[in-house]
């Protein structure tokens, strides 16, 4: 993947704990794939018949997602904005901001005004958008 629109050699991010990236109106998924649902089904110690019924739900041919609460909230959001699965996250948790759909710089900005995170912290280098797959939004 090719990364242009950045002026900047690097990007700078620091989770603060908002839990905005985990709650939003709208359509969006958390995708979880096979394993990270192993992960997570051992972690909370639950059959995988009660994580899929609880826990997950299909939205695409073969793609599933974490459920979302009341106001778009992350099922795994507690109260406090902490992740209740935080050691076993899914991939596209662990790695956000850094998704190729927010490469352009205009979307990263964007993006700033929902994360207060983006914008703080260490620089992070922009060659990391180009290591990340392509995912479903």
């Not at 709208?26 to 059959?47: C, H, K, M, T």
């Not at 076993?88 to 956000?96: A, N, S």
């Not at 901001?97 to 205009?106: G, H, I, K, T, V």
């Amino acid at each position: 993947m090719r990364v242009k629109h950045m002026r900047r050699p690097s990007l700078r991010f620091e989770c603060t704990g908002c839990g905005k990236c985990c709650t939003g109106p709208g359509d969006y998924y958390i995708e979880v794939s096979p394993a990270e649902q192993e992960r997570i089904r051992r972690f909370l110690g639950v059959s995988r018949r009660w994580l899929k019924r609880r826990y997950v739900f299909r939205y695409d041919a073969g793609v599933e997602s974490l459920r979302m609460g009341r106001g778009g909230r992350c099922v795994f959001l507690g109260p406090d904005n902490r992740c209740r699965i935080y050691r076993v996250r899914p991939r596209q948790c662990r790695t956000y901001p850094f998704w190729p759909e927010l490469a352009d710089r205009l979307v990263w900005r964007r993006e700033a005004r929902r994360c207060e995170g983006i914008g703080r912290g260490p620089d992070a280098p922009v060659a990391i958008l180009a290591r990340l797959p392509e995912r479903r939004r």
